[in-house]
């Protein structure tokens, strides 16, 4: 049973945009909130956005301006809208649950951004 599905990822050049999705299970999807994190290898994950089971979004520092999530109740998604991406972008998306205190759930997705 997939729990977690991510979708959108890419090779993208700086300054470039890309949109991620991730498709929720419905058991899943109404009872939590929700973060897009970030990782690359040999680094400790990175909270990238989250948005509350209202709805309402909050951001890293880094990405802020840049970058916006929303979810859809309906089809029970949450996307990340990526703008004006940068080099240090570059990392591998994972969608889950927030708080985490677990091993992600979803396969990711990967983010290449070029200069």
């Known amino acids: 049973q997939v729990f977690l599905e991510e979708s959108g990822g890419g090779l993208v050049q700086a300054g470039g945009s890309l949109t991620l999705a991730c498709a929720a299970h419905?058991?899943?999807?109404?009872?939590?909130?929700f973060a897009w994190y970030r990782q690359v290898p040999g680094k400790q994950r990175e909270l990238v956005a989250r948005?509350?089971?209202?709805?309402?979004?909050s951001y890293a520092d880094s990405v802020k301006g840049r970058f916006t999530i929303s979810k859809d109740n309906a089809k029970k998604i949450i996307n990340l809208q990526m703008h004006n991406l940068q080099v240090e972008d570059t990392a591998a998306y994972h969608c889950d649950t927030f708080p985490l205190s677990r091993p992600f759930w979803g396969q990711g997705a990967l983010v290449t951004v070029s200069a």
């Open positions: 948005i509350s089971r209202r709805g309402d979004p």
């Open positions: 419905a058991s899943l999807f109404g009872g939590n909130a």
